[in-house]
């Protein structure tokens, strides 16, 4: 695990990962057996329950940003820019991030929801001998 990076770097590098992860599936073909698609799934389904965390860890740096007075408005000048206003602000990004967090919960069920059938699945049996 590489902490050096920002973590707007590492989000950005997992963004990547999942465009080359689309790009990669574009091709049905990819997937040989069930299995393959439920290790896909399983691994999504672990990204979906981890970023409801990095979104609450997003709110609390911009609340600690927000209360040393480390935000500005680019939509105002300073002098007409009052607490309230940047208050106003924190808030819509947080009420964003807890509506976002309640959504990757519910999409988090649907995946598991998916994954049951599918864990029942496998590649067909080979034939036994004599058999075509």
Request: charged share 30%.
């Amino acid at each position: 695990m590489d902490l050096d990076r920002t973590p707007s770097q590492i989000a950005n590098a997992a963004a990547d990962e999942i465009r080359t992860l689309n790009h990669r599936t574009l091709d049905p073909k990819v997937f040989t057996t069930p299995s393959e698609v439920a290790d896909t799934l399983n691994a999504l389904t672990r990204l979906l329950q981890t970023l409801p965390q990095s979104l609450q860890q997003l709110e609390a740096g911009l609340e600690l940003l927000d209360e040393n007075q480390q935000i500005r408005l680019d939509n105002k000048p300073k002098a007409e820019t009052s607490r309230q206003d940047i208050f106003r602000q924190v808030l819509a990004v947080r009420s964003a991030l807890q509506q976002a967090r309640e959504r990757l919960g519910q999409a988090d069920e649907a995946m598991r929801e998916a994954a049951r059938p599918l864990s029942r699945m496998g590649a067909p049996w080979p034939p036994a001998d004599g058999e075509d």
